[in-house]
């Protein structure tokens, strides 16, 4: 059994190979979790949602006015409402994505039926009302006790633009902005920590180089001004799509000093196709197998930016932001394809899982997450119809992994059997630890493999398990989904495969599952 490299913090993916007369007797994986040696705190930001003008996110996914008779809270769906609050959901990123890059943001304030409308040319050409506005999102993150993340309009938009959206949203001064807010029905400004200075400017933000990007960035930079003494607007600067690594040095050289944050976006494409990228729910075991090992390219892609920005930041003060992630895949038939619905099944929960554990490993530069998107689109956490709602497996992921925001990661040394498709292979199980306030260690385990189960050795160094509980996703097939006729076919359930024995704990994952276990 060859011991892999492992980063400090959690546990890396690794393969090794048994000779065929030892199957039987060896483990499927061996985890050793080091709790005597804490890494760096998981950034709870790691679990962020998006939320973009597109499809059904806003206007019925979170939105449906006063006068809806959907039950509702000031125009807020009680069910989702409710849904986000048990997630612990830590920051939103709003309003783009591509959106924002062609968002005007004075002509969603003021009275709703005085707003003027506008095209939504990126997404399916519908109208805009304008209807949720910067009021109506700040007093969401409000009401979920959540952290705003606003993306400004580099693309289309003016310096001055971005700087009297910051004033009008975060002055308490007697000027004409926070005066602005004050007519429109708020007094006190809200706390806005996050800023991001534009969206994908190498695309649909503009189609820029590197280069005059970093110009563009420092330009607005400058004019995002701090009028809270209690604290300093982040700011995120667009960085690459997903390989392009020269766009990440350039920045990073170029205004990598006026930088807090570096974005990333990386989508996981079943078939990586661009103009065919799969079904949601029509796929067999090779595609199930190329959408695990095409988002497992994440630690690849993570590890490789962050070399080029400790090159640059070797004080790791810059936080690497993947603000968009996610499966994407072909629309659902009979859907608009600019609206981007998407079903989600076990599949999607299991690379929820896989990204968390390669974000948890690198949690001493990655500081944010924010995947696409939060309801209704792509790999979404919540699907809605009309008054109808339902959580998806991904959600599920959500909310199992909640006890690793804020917590202590600890190093894990993970060795592991391969699962095997064709003359393709990646490793079965991954792993991931933490230690909370409470001194609770909390072990996450995937089993990729769809049809064996996994058993796993795990020793503890530095503690003695008194006791250990879990629970476990898994469902029938790994297309698996829930519906709003059957909303319960994949959802988490008390996991007893977990047993103490002479001091170190042995595991029996299900084949095709997440299991989250409390250790004492």
Known sequence: MKLLRFLPAIAALAAYS??????????????????????????????????????????????????????????????????????NVPIIRWPGGCFADEYHWRDGIGPREKRPAMINTHWGGVVENNHFGTHEFLDLCELLGVEPYICGNVGSGTVRELMEWVEYMTSDADSPMANLRRQNGRDKPWKVHYLAVGNESWGCGGNMSPEYYAGEYRRYNTFVKNYSPDYRIQRVACGPDSANYEWTDTVMKLAGRQINGLSLHYYTLPTGDWSAKGSATNFGENQYFSTLNRTLKMEELVTRHSAIMDKYDPQKKVGLVVDEWGVWTDVEPGTNKGFLYQQNSLRDAIVAALNFHIFQAHADRVTMANIAQMINVLQAMILTDKEKMVLTPTYHVFEMFKPHQDATSLPVALTSSDYLFEKEKIPAVSASASRDAAGKIHLSLVNCDPAKPATVACTLGGVTAKSVTGRVLTAPATNSVNTFAAPHTVEPAAFDGAKIEGGSITITLPAKSVVMLEVQ
């Open 18 to 87: 048994l000779a065929p007369d030892l199957r039987a007797a060896e483990p499927t994986a061996r985890v050793i979790v080091d709790a005597a040696k804490p890494g760096p705190v998981i950034n709870r930001n790691i679990y962020g949602q998006f939320a973009e003008h597109l499809g059904h996110c806003i206007y019925e996914g979170i939105w449906v006015g006063e006068d809806s008779p959907i039950p509702n809270t000031k125009g807020y769906r009680n069910d989702v409402l409710a849904a986000l609050k048990n997630l």
